[in-house]
């Protein structure tokens, strides 16, 4: 494909509705639309103008998600949400948790990172992993390190890797493909500075698969006290948030002062 081409499917293709974020209810409902248009064509008009339009529409909703504006809403409104979960859990990939996955509680409570809380009976960040947790997370934040250090803990190289803000998203493209995301930069300077400091304090942290190295680290951000961008409070609450084509409540970590996002869970009721 030339460039000149690629940059004009670029313009009209919609990231935020295709490839990893395409919702397959509205896809299925918008070719079925496209069909029984294209089928009215055909037999009203010629069999090869609903030939052409039928393969315009495919093309349209491959591109940008969707043919009829304002799909996404629809398809939340009028399916039920039981079936729209279903759809988000498939499109999730959630890989089979292998058997040598380890639990992040545990990960954590054996770097050292984690212990008993001395108040109460729940888990609290030790004074040790606190302190370098925050140095490391000021230091990647204030000289914006971001690149190279991620660079560095996936061993990739830093020259291809690039970060694409979305509205609730930080993408980080490798080599023209999406390599992670995450909340915020608020997050990514979380992890980054966290993964620095459990290399060193979590034998086998290198055996670890990325899924599970990321699971650890999103857990680890709960314990977070301040905003690792501008130092704010964190909050916690319950929000009910938009997926591509349902509406679902989580628990939310943001920061009070520049509103970043530090973690989204899911709220099973
Ligand atoms: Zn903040």
């Known amino acids: 494909m ?4 690629t940059g ?20 299925i409902v918008n070719v079925v639309i496209a069909a029984v248009g294209s089928g009215l064509v055909s037999f009203v008009v010629t069999p090869f103008g609903g030939a052409v339009l039928f393969a315009l529409s ?36 959630t890989p089979e948790v292998a058997e040598e996955e380890r639990e992040p509680e545990q ?12 108040q109460m009976d729940d888990l609290c960040l030790s004074d040790s992993f606190r302190k370098v947790w925050h140095e490391n997370m000021d230091a990647i934040n204030a000289e914006g390190t971001e690149k190279s250090d991620l ?17 609730e998203a930080l993408v980080a493209q ?29 034998d086998g942290w290198d055996a670890l698969t990325v899924t599970n190295q990321s ?20 909050t916690m609450e319950q929000e009910t948030v938009e997926s591509c084509c349902r509406t679902m409540d989580v628990v939310a970590v943001s920061c009070a002062d520049c509103d970043s996002r530090i973690l989204e869970v899911e709220h099973d009721q």
């Open 107 to 118: 990960v954590l409570a054996d770097a050292g990172a984690v212990e008993p809380c001395e």
């Open 58 to 93: 495919l093309v349209t909703i491959y591109l940008r998600g969707y043919l009829v504006p304002g799909t996404p809403s629809f398809t939340k409104q009028y399916f039920p949400d039981w079936v729209l979960a279903k759809f988000d859990k498939l499109e999730d990939e």
């Open 215 to 234: 699971r650890v680290l999103s857990g680890l951000r709960i314990f977070l006290e301040s905003c690792p961008e501008c130092g704010g409070d964190i």
């Open 174 to 202: 490798y080599d023209g493909g999406r390599l992670g995301q995450w909340e915020s930069r608020a997050a990514l300077i979380a992890d980054l500075a966290a993964a620095k400091l459990l290399e060193n304090r979590y």
């Open 8 to 27: 004009f499917v670029e313009r009209f293709r919609q990231p935020e509705y295709t490839g990893e974020n395409r919702c397959t209810p509205c896809t």
């Open 151 to 167: 660079g560095r803990v996936l061993d990739v190289d830093e020259d291809k890797l690039s970060f694409d803000e979305h509205d």
């Open 2 to 5: 030339s460039t000149k081409s």
